[in-house]
């Protein structure tokens, strides 16, 4: 048995390192089983607070940054240029994401001023006082 599998070792072997190669070109490179890559999850790259970022969001931003530096610069972009693009183009989507959230929180805190105030006095009324209590001031 042993023998036989000495034998045919360089088979073994072919067959091995084929399938390997198979592999990484189809299986990895060419994604031909789609479960990876932005299409699986809808062309969504990543979420802020349970929003979305799409890879057209993503995109389009992206397309203007480099456009912009184009530009500015006259010069080809190199690839380190190219990768702070793409970083501020998702920290711009980022911080667009969480300036919108918070606008739209203070403009539901404006137009309901009660909520906050229940939310901080059932805060006070909470398992561990010291923590919500308000500071005294001694006026001596």
């Keep these: 048995m042993m023998r036989q599998m000495r034998d045919n070792m360089k088979w073994i072997m072919g067959?091995?390192?084929v399938t390997f190669v198979g592999l990484m070109v189809f299986g990895w490179g060419m994604d031909i089983t789609g479960r990876t890559g932005t299409d699986a999850t809808g062309?969504?790259?990543g979420r802020v607070n349970g929003d979305p970022i799409t890879y057209e969001q993503w995109q389009s931003v992206y397309r203007n940054l480099y456009e912009?530096?184009?530009r500015q610069t006259n010069a080809p972009v190199n690839a380190a240029v190219n990768?702070?693009?793409?970083e501020d183009a998702w920290n711009q989507i980022v911080m667009q994401l969480l300036?919108?959230?918070?606008?739209?929180a203070a403009a539901s805190m404006s137009r309901n001023p009660r909520s906050g105030r229940q939310r901080a006095s059932h805060?006070?009324?909470s398992s561990h006082p010291t923590r919500c209590?308000?500071?005294t001031v001694n006026s001596t």
């Design 43 to 45: 062309g969504e790259l």
């Design 99 to 104: 300036i919108t959230r918070s606008s739209s």
């Design 68 to 70: 912009t530096r184009q």
């Design 15 to 17: 067959l091995t390192a």
């Design 123 to 125: 805060r006070r009324r």
């Design 83 to 86: 990768k702070a693009i793409e």
């Design 133 to 135: 209590s308000r500071p």
